[in-house]
């Protein structure tokens, strides 16, 4: 990337043309590339006390603190947990996407009794407030983990997490990347005020909230 024929452009810094590569993190926001003459973090350790930088390995995720990388054949996809912004890169191309952030519940809202439908066999998640996993049992495209949630208890409220991804739906072909949730129709399930229909989808792979269909979560009445 830090070269003349970066794919993400070049510009001049000291009289030198240098490639853009750096991404700038703020809030729930990633702002256009930039160039640098230097190296920034992990890259600055010193050699002789062994550390080498890690090749990052197709089908693979990594974490430190609060960020997140999954590396597969089509591209590195690069974000943060905490508010879910983050970029996809690939040889052809650099996509960003913009996070829901880690927000306060909206005034007004009631984030600690209102739950998430009611739990399904073999489920996860549904039936509690603010769920940092939800599947729904059996397929494993169901399922959403590490979940941060903005505005829980208001009309509807997003989330950002992990999902799975099957290229052209073929079982095996599956990829964990970030996915955003989008929870909404408040009424009544088991007696509790709770969210009676959950999304997700993919921005990374192009999608949007009217890509899927939503489901039902009050599994029981």
């Not at 829901?100 to 073999?122: C, E, K």
């Not at 899927?212 to 599994?219: D, I, L, Q, Y």
């Amino acid at each position: 990337m830090n070269t003349v024929n970066s794919p993400l452009g070049t510009e001049k810094i000291g009289g030198s043309t240098k490639g853009k590569w750096l991404f700038p993190f703020a809030h729930n926001h990633v702002g256009a590339p930039y160039g640098s003459s230097g190296t920034t973090g992990w890259m600055n350790r010193p050699a002789n006390d062994g550390y080498q930088v890690p090749r990052v390995e197709y089908g693979k995720q990594y974490y430190f603190e609060n960020w997140a990388i999954a590396s597969q054949e089509n591209g590195l996809t690069v974000w943060n947990t905490t508010t879910g912004a983050g970029v996809f890169l690939s040889n052809e191309k650099a996509e960003t996407f913009t996070g829901t952030g880690n927000q306060a519940p909206t005034a007004g809202s009631d984030d600690q009794t209102t739950v998430l439908g009611s739990m399904p066999s073999n489920g996860r998640g549904f039936g509690t407030a603010k769920p940092a996993e939800v599947y729904a049992g059996g397929s494993p495209t169901s399922r959403i983990r590490d979940i941060t949630w903005s505005d829980w208890g208001a009309d509807h409220a997003e989330g950002v997490g992990i999902g799975t991804w099957r290229e052209g739906g073929r079982v095996g072909r599956e990829q964990y990347i970030p996915a955003t949730v989008v929870v909404s129709d408040i009424g009544t399930c088991d007696g509790k005020r709770a969210y009676l229909k959950i999304n997700w989808y993919f921005p990374s792979k192009g999608e949007t909230l009217d890509s899927r269909e939503g489901m039902r979560t009050c599994w029981t009445r």
